[in-house]
């Protein structure tokens, strides 16, 4: 009888020791679940970070495109008035035609590399940018001034420059017009121009930036 006892107790601590055995597999089973979920994770995180880097590079060249001069007009205050309040230069003043007529030019050399960004790349934020390029076009008649003298410069962003200098569609083709029968421009150029009138009068329901990019596709 006390062998059969001892048999029922070893039975009995042999299925708690299974028991246990499992409990333990069962709680490592989990930690690597655990870490294994962890892993995923952290890979579907890098891979979300990797497929928005673009994206965060393009968002850094917009704002980077759009300020640069920014930091330069700190550099210069005089220069300010030319670009925020509509004054126009005049003999006398602290600065120098060149050095107006150089900011205005590298200001609109980075807008239009701005434009030609958001028409090629949807994740390019284009929107602010429009406002910047608008405000600053309608309150420096230094770069209004440029934008007309050398348009032949902005062959893709020119007359989505043109839509944000003008307030009404009238105005736009009249400065369209203009630069058709500018004097000095050889005919390829007038008839680039002639162009870009057709494809504006085409377009009545056309957003600004798109004029950037049906110029690009153009091209291509």
Known sequence: MAIEAWIGVLGILGTLLL???GLLNFTVFTKQLHIAKEQIETGVRQLELAQKQPELQLIQRAITETNEHVRLLVERPYLRPYFY?????QPGDTATRDEVMAMAEFILNNFASALMHAAAFPQYPV??????IMFHLRHSPAMRDFLVANFDRFPFSGLTLLVFKNTTRAEVESDL???????????????????????????ETCEPIQFTALSMEKRR
């Open 127 to 132: 929107r602010g940018i429009d406002r910047s």
């Open 177 to 203: 017009r203009a630069l058709i029968d500018a004097p000095g421009i050889d005919e390829r150029e007038a008839a680039r121009r002639r162009d870009l009138l057709r494809l504006f009068q085409s377009e």
């Open 85 to 89: 309040a509509d004054a126009e230069w």
């Open 19 to 21: 028991v246990a055995v």
